[in-house]
């Protein structure tokens, strides 16, 4: 079974920082994806990012950005120039490859980030 | 990607009783989940709904107090039965799109049983 760890409970940086959240799994696949998801108060989980595993050049958006290394199976989130707006817990999630169908999503525990002005 | 509206948005109710949750996707998909969220926790899966068959259930989780209807490719329901204080919790359904949307997600229910 596959998992996924966040071993930051909880981030706070001040605006305009950058900010790296860690994100590491656990699986036998060679075929998979993994997302950013970013939960704000209104509990609307909303996707941030993701990275196809058979990819290997890091996935941008705009101010967001990946650093994916397949070996080591780790999958941190930067987020450059921090907004207030960015405040919002954030789940890290690995989802197996849709060759087998549609799969169910693995999330990690989250990491509650605060951006302060 | 696909848009999802989930009702209620939120809801207080009394233990003994049970709660339905609706998901309504505007277009046709094969596959719903049903997630649950503990207050300060992630996400658990707690089923998978495929239009016209029963869905599949995750360890910890029963068909009996979570009942499942999926009547068509665009709707689902999630029942919490016989409701306890541990169902408190923000319930959540997701269809999956494309690897390039990633999950769209209902924007959540809240329920407080009491």
Redesign the interface.
Known sequence: AQTVTQSQPEMSVQEAETVTLSCTYDTSENNY?L?W?KQPP????I?VI?Q?AYKQQNATENRFSVNFQKAAKSFSLKISDSQLGDTAMY?CAF?KS?NQ?????V????TRLTINP | SAVISQKPSRDICQRGTSLTIQCQVDSQVTMMFWYRQQPGQSLTLIATANQGSEATYESGFVIDKFPISRPNLTFSTLTVSNMSPEDSSIYLCSVAGTPNYGYTFGSGTRLTVV
């Open positions: 994806y997302f998801y209104s509990r609307q989980m996707l993701r196809e789940f989802m849709l169908g549609a799969q169910k999503l999330f990690g525990q989250g």
